[in-house]
């Protein structure tokens, strides 16, 4: 089974917050895949979709493992967090 999570969230400067966003889950992920502005993080167990549409951050986690999808997840919003105010407490 396949664990897979999508949230849209609305930020000022969002193209800047994803690129901060990708600065600081450096330490964390292996391999990192950019289309235009869209990032495909790949995490050791897991994968992101982080992107800007239309003034918008999109988020996608997907991963076969419960624990290594919500542990993505709020590897991510911690990241999120810092970026955007007003941001709801559970974003995925």
Known sequence: ???KGEACVKGGKAL?????IIQGLKPHFNFLKR????????????????GVS???IWI????ED???FHGTK???????????VDMPEYLL
């Open 1 to 3: 089974m396949r664990f």
């Open 16 to 20: 800047e917050a994803v690129k901060f």
């Open 35 to 50: 289309r235009s502005q869209c990032y495909e993080v790949e995490f050791e167990s897991s994968v992101a979709y982080v």
């Open 54 to 56: 239309k003034g918008r």
């Open 60 to 63: 996608r986690v997907e991963a």
């Open 66 to 68: 419960l624990a290594i």
């Open 74 to 84: 709020m590897l991510i919003q911690s990241q999120i967090c810092e970026h955007l």
